[in-house]
Every structure is written in structure tokens, then in C-alpha cells.
């Protein structure tokens, strides 16, 4: 099975705090995702990276910053948390190409973050 | 305009009952693939099922159907004999190679099913 892993369930940080969150793929998957996801808004691409050192801006990625120094390990960062940015926030990975070509996204668990 | 569309923001039932929820899509390219998620409280998305745009034969799963129809665009999900373990928000997404965010995917707003004993 492909297991999506975020480190943390549930974080509480303060305005102006620099948060990592932390999520790792033990399927060899090529691309990896992060999400966010508010009432309404739906799911929402902040980031995605199609390879080690890779990255691309998703729809939202003002705020924030990743980093993939590792094929299974991808990273959200929030440079200055803002209390806007309280949200839950998915990992995902899948198989190399573009995902318009069908591959598969799996998702971790979540990370619910509050900001204060 | 949406190009997923899920219309049932919530959907309430009494177990037992079947349930479906809807799923209707637009674009414009001729290879493409649909998906369903369930999102249980505890968060995390459980991929469902993916079928791609030239298969048009309905899948059944144990309690899960759906039924594809590209004439109506159409990628609907039946649960049948629903239980309380059913209660989830469910996701519908396309993927398609000339639209969507920069990862090709467009997902629905959800459609919140409730399961009651």
C-alpha cells in the first residue's frame, strides 16, 4: 500500500513564526504535492516538485516555500506564519508525468494548523 | 464554470438506505480520467477509484458502484446498503492534460454524506 506520512497532526504556532511541515512517501513516487484544503475553497495546489531539488508553483503559493533535498521527503515551509494561513494542509504523492495523464495522487493524513 | 461539479453539498440518510452522489464534469480534451476520494473526520483523502475516458463500463466494488456516462458527463457514486463507517466528505476530481491547476487536477467542492443509525 502507499503510504503517505505527515509528521505532525496537529500544530499551534504564533504570528511570525517560521513552521515546517514535514511529510515522506515510502513509494518511490517521483512527484509530490502540498494542499490546502478550507471550507468552500475546497482543495487548493500550493506547491508541487517532480523531482529531488525540483519545484513548481501551484495556484496559492504565495507564503510559502518548500524544499525536496530527498526523493521520498518534501517539506512545506511558512516563512512568517500568518493567521490567514490556519488551514489543513495535505501531502500527496504520485508516479512520474504529468498528472494529466492520469497517475494516481495519494494523499497522507493531514496537518491541522492553527495560527495565533 | 466549474468544471467539476458536485450539486449535493450534503446528503443525509438513514443507514441502510442507498445513496448516490452526483458527479459532472466538462472539458474539452478527448483522453482524460476521473476520480473518486473519501475524506473520513479523521482527515486524510482515501483514493476510491480512477477510470480514464475510453472506459465506459460500470465498476463494482462490495457496497460501491459508479456509473460512467460520457454523453452526460456524468461520473456518478452509489453506495448501497449505506452504513454509519460510510459518513465522509466525498471528492470527485478530473484530470485532464489542458486545464486544471498546475498539477493537471480539478477537484469538486465535496459532497458531505451523513450516515444515521
Known amino acids: 500500500d502507499v503510504k503517505v506520512t505527515q509528521s505532525s497532526r496537529y500544530l499551534v504556532k504564533r504570528t511570525g513564526e517560521k513552521v515546517f511541515l514535514e511529510c515522506v512517501q515510502d513509494?518511490?513516487?517521483?512527484?509530490m504535492f502540498w494542499y490546502r484544503q478550507d471550507p468552500g475553497l475546497g482543495l487548493r495546489l500550493i506547491y508541487f516538485s517532480y523531482d529531488v531539488k525540483m519545484k513548481e508553483k501551484g495556484d496559492i503559493p504565495e507564503g510559502y516555500s518548500v524544499s525536496r533535498e530527498k526523493k521520498e521527503r518534501f517539506s512545506l515551509i511558512l516563512e512568517s506564519a500568518s493567521t490567514n494561513q490556519t488551514s489543513m494542509y495535505l501531502c500527496a504523492s504520485s508516479l512520474s508525468g504529468f498528472v494529466g495523464r492520469g497517475n494516481t495522487i495519494y494523499f497522507g493524513e493531514g496537518s491541522w494548523l492553527t495560527v495565533v | 464554470a466549474q468544471k467539476v461539479t458536485q450539486a449535493q453539498t450534503e446528503i443525509s440518510v438513514v443507514e441502510k438506505e442507498d445513496v448516490t452522489l452526483d458527479c459532472v464534469y466538462e472539458?474539452?480534451?478527448?483522453?482524460?480520467?476521473l476520480f473518486w476520494y473519501k475524506q473520513p473526520p479523521s482527515g486524510e483523502l482515501v483514493f476510491l477509484i480512477r477510470r480514464n475516458s475510453f472506459d465506459e463500463q460500470n465498476e463494482i466494488s462490495g457496497r460501491y458502484s459508479w456509473n460512467f456516462q460520457k454523453s452526460t458527463s456524468s461520473f456518478n457514486f452509489t453506495i448501497t446498503a449505506s452504513q454509519v463507517v460510510d459518513s465522509a466528505v466525498y471528492f470527485c476530481a478530473l484530470s485532464e492534460n489542458s486545464g486544471g491547476g498546475a498539477d493537471g487536477l480539478t477537484f469538486g467542492k465535496g459532497t458531505h454524506l451523513i450516515i444515521q443509525p
Open positions: 472539458t474539452r480534451d478527448t483522453t482524460y480520467y
Open positions: 513509494m518511490d513516487h517521483e512527484n
